[in-house]
Each structure stands twice: as structure tokens, then as C-alpha cells.
């Protein structure tokens, strides 16, 4: 969420923002918003003379009930009384006024950072740097579940019985694979110095509102029926909530956590030809990274949290690419995002495995999260970043890692994950 005071001291900034991110529709918000943060202040500072007369004419009734004028005593009162409803109506405004300039805070864009290249959508993201050598073998790659079922892997029409599409049996050997690379996922994050926690898989209204956009929330989260509770997109969502309305002392910062947990998403609208199987879902599993840190830090950390994920993939040797996502690309609470990408073989191209975003204070300054520090107190900023997300993490693994029999080779540092198995194969 922008800042009222930056927003009110430069409009125009706001204004060019909203144009790089290609949201037009937006740009009568900055001047409706300013009006109403006149008409609040104003309110305001008269609200806030009333109680200063308050104060001031009730001492004043004490001392004349002190010196026997009890006549111009109760007039007085009645001054006091006709303030007191007047400063009602004035308190009532201000909140009716707050209200207002709250919903539309919340839907005016976070300031980009000046290195995010503006472009109107994913196909103009900017790739930045490949890690490895993209291969194609000399033999014919399956689809992803195809693999899977030759494995005995995956059953997905027993899963389409049971909960319909987009969810899915793991079985066997490709089950264990997927939760082999959770937990070494979970241990390079803890030997990187990460604190590991599993947090809440539900989460207040007032939390999902504090993390994302409302798009966002309509987009992917399910909600409890009769609760104020949903089930959580991704763990950042609980992550990021654990420090909701705290003040955290400067010297304990930054905050560095890992976290596992399901994840659960509505996936609205149609998604293509390769986004069938197990690509795009609505139950998975996944290993994330959240960094809680100060303003001055977070464009460090934010370059430490994607590498981690290339790192990460890198050893267990898949190729992979970094992506900067454009204005237009970038959710309207990000500063800078960087998507990870991973090589298809089967399709000769990189997919989205990762996805590592720097919000600056826009999450903090919606959830109250802020530093003590000698200078007085200021809102943190907060990161998060993929560490993996099987399975879609296993449809580059497979397709990496399948050798021409059809058995699919398991790099080194998965094998003790994999109680010493070296590969899997067709029994």
C-alpha cells in the first residue's frame, strides 16, 4: 500500500506509475484520493480544536461551580453539550472519510523500482542470465505424466473421482522423489542460515488483505464457508502474517525464515495445452523463503533470494534461466520481481519454477509491521522467494533426468533423500 503523505507530495510520480504499469483506468484515483485526504485533515483539525475547547471551557466550569456562578456554569455546559455533537458528526466523518481513502490505497500500485523494465505483460519480461546447459536428447521425451504413469507414479483419474480436476495421486517411487526434494529443499535453506518453520495453513481476512491485492484474492483463494478463514496460496501469505501489528527492535533484523506447506488455489480461467498434468493446480506442496529486513537491506537480499533458488536447482543439475518481469507483469504491491525458470527438453523452452519478489514496505505498511531503531520507528520491508514447488518442480526433474530406457537418473545429492537409490525405474 502507497504511503497517503508520499502519494500527497507527489502526485505525478504516482501518476507515471500507474502509466508504466499500463493501468490508465487508475490515474482519477490519485486525484479523488487527494481530495478526500483534504477533506479529512480537515475534519480533522476542527474535530481536534473541539477537543481542545472541550478541555478548556470544562476547567473553566470548575472554576466558576468554585466561585458560586452557577448560572454561567450551566451555560457553559451547554456549549459543551453543542460541541460534543458536533464532534460526533466530525469523528464520523473522519472515519467515513479514512475508510475511503483506505480502499483506494489499497488499489493504487506500489512505486516500481527504476530498474524494472516497463512492458505490458509477461511476453515482455527480460531474461537475465541461463545457469547450465539446455539439452535435448536424442531420443523422444513423454509428457510429464506419461512419465509418471510409466513409473506408477501418478493416478489422476482416481484423484478426478475424489476431488475432480487439478488434483492428483502421487504414488510410489515419484511420490518419495517429490517429498525427497521438499526436504533437502527445506535443508540447503537451513545450512543457508533460514529458520525453518511450518506456519498456520489458514489465515484471517485481515492477513490475506495485508499480503495481496484484492485481484489476487479473488483469483486464488478458497474460503471457509461460515469462517473468517482461508486457506492459504502459498506460505509466504502465513509467513509474512506471523509479524502482523509488531514492532521488532532493529538489532534483531533481518528475520530469515524457510517454510513448508500445502498450498491451495482456485486457479481461475483456461490454461494451455502444457499447463494439463500436473502443471497448474489447485493442491501442491512447497518450500518458501521470506525475509523481513530494513528498507536499506532489502534490494541486498532480494538478489540472495533468487539465487538461492538458482543454486538449488543448479544442484541437482536442471538448467535454468532468471526472468525480470516487466511493469505491466508485476503484482501492485511489488517493487521487482525475478522469475526462475527451468529447461523442458520435451518442449525446448524454460517454464516458471520460482518466483522471487522485493514489496518494499507495501506489506508492512498494510499489516503494521515496523522497526525500533535509534531514529524512531519505520515500517519494515519484506521479500519472498520460491525455494521449490513440486510437482511442477518434477516435470523438470523428470524430463531432465529420463535416460533413453525410460528410468529416470537421481543426481547425487538427492540420493540420500532417496534411501541410496541412484535412479528410478519401470518395475
Not at 479523488?32 to 475534519?43: F, G, M, P, T
Not at 521438499?182 to 535453506?189: E, H, K, P, Q
Not at 499480503?211 to 509474512?240: N, P, Q, R
Amino acid at each position: 500500500m502507497i504511503d497517503i503523505k508520499f502519494l500527497r507530495e507527489n502526485p505525478e510520480t504516482v501518476k507515471e506509475n500507474i502509466r508504466k504499469k499500463f493501468q490508465d483506468e487508475k490515474l482519477p484515483l490519485v486525484d479523488e484520493v487527494i481530495q478526500l485526504d483534504a477533506e479529512s485533515r480537515k475534519a480533522q483539525k476542527e474535530a481536534d480544536e473541539l477537543r481542545a475547547d472541550r478541555n478548556r471551557i470544562s476547567k473553566e466550569i470548575g472554576a466558576l461551580m468554585g466561585q458560586g456562578k452557577r448560572e454561567e456554569a450551566m451555560a457553559k455546559k451547554e456549549q459543551v453539550a453543542a460541541n460534543a455533537q458536533k464532534l460526533v458528526e466530525l469523528e464520523k466523518k473522519e472515519e467515513e472519510l479514512q475508510e475511503k481513502i483506505l480502499k483506494i490505497l489499497m488499489v493504487i500500485p506500489n512505486i516500481i523500482d527504476p530498474s524494472v523494465p516497463i512492458g505490458r505483460n509477461d511476453t515482455e519480461n527480460v531474461e537475465i542470465q541461463r545457469y547450465g546447459e539446455p539439452v535435448v536428447p536424442d531420443f523422444e521425451i513423454p509428457y510429464h505424466t506419461e512419465i509418471m504413469e510409466s513409473l506408477d507414479g501418478i493416478d489422476l483419474d482416481s484423484a478426478r473421482k475424489v476431488a475432480g480436476n487439478g488434483f492428483y495421486y502421487l504414488m510410489g517411487d515419484i511420490a518419495r522423489l517429490h517429498s525427497a526434494v521438499i526436504t533437502y529443499a527445506r535443508d540447503f535453506m537451513i545450512d543457508r542460515g533460514f529458520t525453518y518453520c511450518v506456519p498456520p495453513f489458514m489465515i484471517r481476512s485481515n492477513v490475506v488483505t495485508g499480503v495481496m491485492s484484492f485481484a489476487e484474492m479473488d483469483a486464488m483463494m478458497y474460503k471457509i464457508e461460515g469462517e473468517d478463514l482461508y486457506l492459504i496460496g502459498t506460505s509466504e501469505h502465513s509467513m509474512i502474517g506471523k509479524f502482523i501489528d509488531t514492532i521488532i527492535p532493529e538489532d534483531q533484523l533481518p528475520k530469515t525464515l524457510t517454510s513448508y506447506s500445502p498450498c491451495f488455489r482456485k486457479e481461475k480461467g483456461a490454461h494451455g495445452l502444457e499447463e494439463r498434468g500436473v502443471y497448474r493446480i489447485h493442491q501442491f506442496e512447497k518450500q518458501e523463503m521470506i525475509v523481513v529486513c530494513k528498507p536499506e537491506d532489502s534490494k541486498a537480499w532480494f538478489d540472495k533470494l533468487w539465487q538461492n533458488t538458482v543454486d538449488l536447482f543448479r544442484s541437482m543439475e536442471i538448467p535454468v534461466r532468471t526472468l525480470e518481469c516487466c511493469s505491466g507483469d508485476l503484482a501492485d504491491l511489488k517493487v521487482k520481481s525475478i522469475d526462475v525458470e527451468a529447461w523442458s527438453p520435451r518442449q525446448k523452452k524454460y517454464f516458471e519454477v520460482g518466483s522471487c519478489s522485493n514489496l518494499g514496505d507495501a506489506q508492512a505498511r498494510r499489516l503494521k509491521i515496523r522497526v525500533s531503531g535509534e531514529n524512531g520507528k519505520y515500517f519494515a520491508h519484506t521479500l519472498n522467494n520460491t525455494v521449490v514447488a513440486p510437482p511442477r518442480m518434477l516435470i523438470a526433474f523428470l524430463e531432465n533426468h529420463l535416460q533413453k530406457d525410460g528410468s529416470v537418473r537421481i543426481p547425487e545429492v538427492l540420493q540420500p533423500y532417496m534411501g541410496g537409490k541412484k535412479e528410478i525405474r519401470k518395475k
